[in-house]
């Protein structure tokens, strides 16, 4: 099984993202649900950041206030965002693509290529990251790291913990863009979907090729 290619004649609009369409399945769809609302909750620290730099940006220049301590949160819930963001953007498969030869390829070339990225790049560099920043965290958790400035933040580990962290969320987001590869190639597991959470992907049932 595979998804269903435009017919000729169909209006094409190219896709500037390289989008990669593969179908879902229901593990990779439990797990990218999973991701997709921990990345929402997530994105509203963004919000949290504009917020906190308004208020530094008032008290800087309005009040002639800074603060370390602002500056701090600033940069402490822009890491956890932009850290946490990352599954978030795999499983949207917005993340960026450098591949001038991405457009040439089939549906199923596109899907080897993925695969093997998968399994033999990102899934090795993410268990070693993960295997290395635990120790990274831990340490600083035990020794209860704090900012080093006089007046800056107590809980240094507390972003530190973020590392480890979105790097499990990437593992997942990683094994289940696997299967959705396994699914396109060998019909195992068996697709359900057009994967959802890709711009321009159909939800209608993926058709026999």
Not at 1 to 11: Q, R, S
Not at 58 to 66: E, K, P, S
Not at 83 to 104: C, K, M, P, T
């Amino acid at each position: 099984m595979a998804v269903k290619e435009p017919h000729v004649g169909e209006t094409h609009i190219p896709d500037i993202a390289h989008h990669v369409h593969l179908p879902t399945t229901r593990p990779s769809l439990f797990l990218d649900r999973i991701l997709d609302w921990v990345g929402t909750t997530f994105s509203w620290l963004w919000m949290a950041v504009m917020v906190v730099i308004l208020i530094s940006v008032i008290a800087r220049y309005v009040f002639g206030q800074g603060s370390i301590m602002m500056e701090e949160i600033t940069w402490h819930l822009y890491g956890a965002a932009w850290l946490v963001g990352l599954s978030y953007a795999l499983v949207h498969d917005d993340h960026v693509r450098v591949d001038v030869l991405h457009e040439l390829f089939t549906s199923r070339t596109k899907a080897k290529v993925e695969l093997f990225g998968i399994v033999f790049l990102l899934l090795p560099f993410l268990i070693i990251f993960l295997w290395d920043s635990i120790p990274y965290f831990w340490q600083a958790f035990q020794l209860n790291e704090s900012s080093q400035a006089p007046d800056g933040l107590a809980a240094r580990w507390a972003l530190k913990f973020f590392l480890p962290f979105s790097l499990f969320l990437l593992i997942i987001a990683a094994i289940a863009r696997l299967l959705k590869c396994t699914a396109q190639l060998f019909g195992r597991p068996a697709p359900v979907l057009n994967d959802p959470f890709v711009k321009g992907a159909s939800s209608s049932p993926p058709s026999d090729q």
